[in-house]
């Protein structure tokens, strides 16, 4: 299957695959804090546990090296997409017969470890398959880069955190599936965290080996015009992260990006924790976040044919700031409320609203970042957008 340029089906599903990928192993790494609070893990365990996603954070330093360095004759991204996938699989694979016994005995610097490396090979993956589909997409339509990542990391994550807690969950099964199916009733979900994490190894593994037989890239890269451009040295790679910097453009977009987290980080990394300590069950939470997760992978598509995703952007932001308020008043007042038939029905309604917006907001920011990328180092430029 050669990597024709544009919108072809073939190029959308092969984005959203490899992104689906990251997504199980984020979701994964982000459920792995929800079962150390069941087996009575401390804010200061999860605090450590925390250090395992600093490679996403400073993954800027190695980009370079995944846009510029390539095997010619197997092609710029397959170079770097095949060992990091290969390699994925295989540690996932190996920590699948440790990683239960690690969680019951709170080895948490022994997980850190492991999922410090995970986060590693996620981050290098991410920065492959940014480039990827920025080059896929640039001739035709960017803002399809930018969709791909969202639908494909939103799946992803919910396989690896909502779909992993909820079906592993021994009483959910017990009670919605093998109750009304009159089955006997077990200790075990329908399947186990180990279990999980070798279905997303074999998944590495198998889209590798596809990846290899049926994918194959062509050589040049086409800005938006259509133009070809002309391949940068490792060193101009990294002195253009400089030059990028100097730019007034680049500099307004730092200032937002810093600032713009800044009203809604709390609500957005603290409100499953927050919901798990007020007394919400890890399994219940799980079952939230399903039609919670299929409202939001209805966001990226609204958008797939913007040319003016820094309105969507816009919009979107304030938008989410309002809807913050009433969330984290609900989320705070869960105790009293917790018992109420009306509880749960309302939690995903505003859960939802909550996550369609921050979608929105999301796909429009890497849709903008995408439409301005030079395709041939679109790997570190994405990469430098995204982690100002």
Not at 10 to 27: A, E, V
Not at 65 to 93: E, M, N
Request: hydrophobic share 50%.
């Amino acid at each position: 299957m050669p990597t024709n340029r544009g919108t072809s089906k073939s190029n959308i599903c092969l984005t959203i695959t490899l992104y689906i990928l990251q997504g199980m192993n984020l979701g994964l790494a982000s459920s792995i804090p929800l079962f150390l609070i069941y087996y009575g893990a401390t804010w200061k365990d999860r605090g450590t546990f925390n250090f395992a996603k600093y490679p996403f954070s400073l993954k800027l330093l190695w980009a370079p090296l995944i846009d510029v360095l390539y095997i010619k004759r197997f092609g710029r991204r397959k170079s770097w997409l095949v060992p990091i996938l290969l390699i994925s699989g295989a540690v996932l694979l190996s920590i699948s017969f440790f990683i239960q016994s690690w969680i019951i005995t709170n080895r948490i610097v022994l997980l850190t470890i492991v999922f410090f490396i995970i986060y590693f090979l996620t981050a290098s993956e991410d920065v492959c398959v940014d480039g990827f589909a920025i080059t896929l997409f640039a001739a035709s339509n960017p803002q399809w880069a930018s969709t791909s990542q969202s639908i494909g990391q939103t799946f992803g994550r919910f396989l690896g955190s909502s779909f992993l807690l909820t079906f592993e969950s021994a009483n959910f099964t017990n009670r919605f599936i093998r109750k009304p199916l009159s089955l006997p009733y077990q200790t075990t979900g329908l399947f186990s965290l180990v279990h999980f994490v070798r279905f997303v190894a074999v998944a590495f593994l198998i889209v590798t080996v596809c990846l290899i037989i049926f994918v194959r890239e062509k050589e040049e890269t086409l800005n938006t015009n259509g133009t070809q451009t002309n391949n940068l040295s490792l060193i101009q790679t990294y002195l253009s992260i400089i030059k990028l910097f100097k730019k007034k453009c680049i500099q307004q977009i730092t200032i937002v990006s810093i600032i713009s987290p800044i009203g809604s980080a709390a609500i957005q990394s603290m409100t499953s924790l927050a919901l798990l300590s007020q007394g919400v069950s890890r399994e219940k939470l799980g079952l939230v976040n399903i039609p919670v997760t299929l409202a939001t992978l209805i966001a990226p598509l609204i958008i797939r044919h913007t040319k003016q995703p820094l309105d969507w952007f816009a919009r979107s932001y304030v938008l989410y700031l309002i809807h913050a308020l009433p969330l984290a008043a609900y989320v705070y007042f869960t105790p009293r409320m917790i018992s109420f038939g009306y509880y749960y029905p309302i939690l995903i309604i505003l859960l939802a609203i909550s996550e369609f917006i921050k979608m929105l907001q999301t796909t429009a920011n890497f849709g903008f970042f995408a439409s301005i990328c030079q395709p041939d180092i679109s790997g570190t430029y994405i990469t430098l957008l995204v982690t100002l």
